[in-house]
């Protein structure tokens, strides 16, 4: 069976000319030795994938992170849940396609799911404004939380998002309030959630659904307080200097890991998510799973003293007391 037609990136170039070859393989009439071929070339770029995976530069992991057939929000409602009933509107102004919410079962648990929809083609993307959520998005995000927290089901979000969007509509409507009682309420929702960043994880636009009990990061996905180029264009004048940028920021999901931000990266399949969407899914299915058992076996005190004091400790990063006690000694006289 020949290998799926995915572009490849720049990086890949060693891969891509294994594909080609296949390819070209595959038009030929298909004899015994043939076949046998092609399963052996098929194995080299896996093999070949693999190791060029692993030692991944930050701005190429974010360009794998914005991959054109990268799964989307509703790829995983379609592999991860039954019974899905989309849930629309903000009961006050209207309907953000950008944000998709909705109400299901996870492996027979009754769920409700959230989540940021880029679309895929251009219909698609124009219908989805491209990721970027308004504030009617936000509220109603939290309109269904709060239905959750009534019927004390647990909230699955995935978070995929350049940003919020700045539009002058956007702000008309109070995107910064929605955001921020987003997270507010979020912090205080008595219900367990399970937050998981499958793709861009940009700015406010990212967290106004990302606090949660556990957030996890996809292996090749990004969470920043800006895009690389954005960070380059203020702080060097030149939007060309977003690999530096992208160094700088620490924005892949290991840095993450390693300053807490993140309690857990979740594997993609060889590649990234975008080689095999059923395997990327079954991958996160599993710590869903496993995190979403545990948050239903705590109480509702010990799971929202854990929440707050996950995100109080974000900031903790060993920051020397310059004063401390008088019957200390001081650096200077040591």
Not at 50 to 68: A, D, S
Not at 218 to 225: D, G, K, P, W
Request: negative net charge; charged residues 25%.
């Amino acid at each position: 069976m020949a290998t799926k037609k995915i572009d490849t990136l720049e990086f890949e170039e060693p891969v891509a000319v294994l594909l080609k070859e296949i390819e070209a393989m595959a038009l030929m009439p298909q004899t015994p030795e043939r076949i046998a071929s092609i399963a052996q070339l098929e194995s080299r770029v896996t093999e070949l994938r693999g190791e060029i995976f692993k030692t991944l530069t930050p701005w190429q992991r974010v360009m794998v992170t914005r991959h054109p057939d990268r799964p989307c929000m509703l790829d995983y409602v379609q592999h991860l849940f039954t019974d899905f009933i989309e849930l629309h509107g903000d009961r006050r102004f209207g309907d953000d396609h950008a944000i998709v919410t909705g109400m299901g079962q996870f492996r027979g648990q009754p769920v409700f799911i959230i989540g940021h929809q880029k679309g895929r083609d251009t219909q698609q993307k124009i219908y989805r404004n491209f990721g970027y959520a308004r504030p009617e998005g936000y509220r109603k995000a939290l309109r269904v939380m709060k239905m959750a927290e009534k019927f004390k089901r647990p909230v699955i979000v995935f978070v995929d998002t350049p940003a919020a969007y700045p539009g002058a509509e956007s702000e008309e409507r109070g995107v910064a309030e929605a955001i921020a009682l987003n997270l507010r309420e979020m912090a205080l929702l008595d219900t367990p959630i399970v937050v998981t960043v499958t793709g861009e994880g940009g700015s406010g636009g990212a967290l106004g659904i990302a606090i949660g009990d556990r957030v996890m990061m996809l292996e090749f996905s990004m969470y920043s307080v800006i895009p690389p180029e954005g960070c380059a264009s203020i702080l060097w004048r030149d939007a060309k200097k977003k690999v530096e940028a992208t160094e700088a920021l620490k924005i892949t999901a290991p840095d993450l890991l390693a300053m807490h931000v993140i309690d857990e990266i979740v594997k993609e399949p060889v590649g990234g998510a975008h080689q095999d969407h059923v395997e990327a899914s079954a991958l996160l299915a599993e710590a869903i799973g496993r995190h979403l058992d545990e948050l239903l076996a705590m109480d509702s005190s010990t799971r929202l003293d854990e929440r707050y004091r996950k995100f109080r400790q974000m900031g903790d990063v060993g920051i020397v007391d310059l004063n401390p006690p008088a019957s200390e000694p001081t650096p200077a006289s040591v």
